[in-house]
């Protein structure tokens, strides 16, 4: 009787992330996710990992630059620089180019000027900007987390709708459990600068800190959770902190990347994702001739080309924003048009079939193959077995062997909280004893 009720608690606890008294758990992913009051889930909460390495952080906010004394990201920087093309930066942070004096031979690549991707420097790859397969649409957000987000994430998940989630550093350092619950629904993280300025304009060593801070996996000390190996211990940078995994993906802020960025990000592992199709939504209040109705012609405009066959041998990239609420309830407006007019929609490392979408192996996403046929699913891989298809064997597991899994879940079951680096701080546990107590009280009493 006993176990059973302490399962029963345990299991609501899990199952909704809600303690008895129907307050949300603000110090878990499954708790901070299952909030749907929006001015609640933009409460500022105090997540400790995050709280205790704020020091070795550039300030949030502020444009990155390597935080004094970082002898790890120094070492990285050592290694990559050698390899940057001797571009000089251009125009300044806030994207004002006047007066630069450039040649129309585009002699570095710089999208913001050509809409160039392939890089003229060598040994950089070219960027992504269209999917590979015909009438696929490459479904991707810049600048979450948004902290409101859980009505977007809930109807994606509704609609079994994966994307790519391009998230700002600062914006992880404030939404963590945000962060890690793009990660645990399966979405593809990638990064998207510290600050979100213009990419083009830092000096070097700033621009490598505004993605290696964001992203970065390093294997050098770091005081907060240890890793055992083969990982060493856990890396200070933000989606790491926050999601535990290391992003290999990032979009420039507004596109601004000329090939010594792409240097800069190659060198950190990062390939470089565009589009081709801009919704402009971010720009509504913003950019005086951007109205709503200019960003459903936007969507529309796609979905005429769609309609004209444009996409029938390749697919492409749209820009679509998780920036705020109608940016986000504008993704889900256009969502079952979309869905009509492409034969897939995908992350878009999926179409790439990137299965490894993070520094770590420990998650896994499907293929283009596997994705379209529904036989694959986001994964995380048994941990103490490395081999392809070894996966946690929990959750509702589909044909193929593969698990879809919740990230916490799976730190509860293996007490691994450590190798993800994750938000298990033990909440849970306390909430249950008490719970454990009122039901001996409760059965104490009812059973004289
Ligand atoms: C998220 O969206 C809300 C509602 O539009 C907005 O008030 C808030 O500033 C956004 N937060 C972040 C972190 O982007
Ligand atoms: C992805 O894999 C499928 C199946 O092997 C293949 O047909 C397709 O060309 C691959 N796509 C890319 C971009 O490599
Ligand atoms: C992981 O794999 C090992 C070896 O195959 C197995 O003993 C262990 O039970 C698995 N762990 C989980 C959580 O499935």
Partial sequence: MLKAILAIGVAAISLSGVDGQGTPDRMTEKGESSIKDPNLECQPYLYEPVASALASFPGIWSGATIVDGDTNALAKWAAIQPNVPDIPPKGTLQGNFDGLNYGSDDPDCWWTNTK??????SGIPEDIWIMPEPRTLGYGFDDGPNCSHNAFYDYLASQNQKATMFFIGSNVMDWPLETQRAVADGHEVCIHGWSHQYMT??????????????AYFFDGPFPIIKRPKPYGIIGMQAIKLGAGVTPTCWRPPFGDVDDRIRAIANGLGLRT??????SQDWQVGVTPDITSESVDHEYQLMIDDAKKGMFNTAGTIMLFHELDDYTMSEAMKWYPKLKESFDHILPVGVGYNV????????????NFIQYTSGTGSTLLRNSSNTSPGSTVTTGSTTPGGITEVRLDDTVKKTGDAARLGLGWNGGASVVAALLLGLAFIFFGLSAH
């Fill in 116 to 121: 160039c991707v392939k890089p003229k420097a």
């Fill in 201 to 214: 304009a830092f000096q070097n060593e700033d621009a490598f800190a505004e993605l290696y801070y964001s």
């Fill in 273 to 278: 994702m565009l589009w081709q199709y801009d």
């Fill in 355 to 366: 299965t490894q979408p993070y520094v770590e192996d420990s998650i896994t996403q499907p």
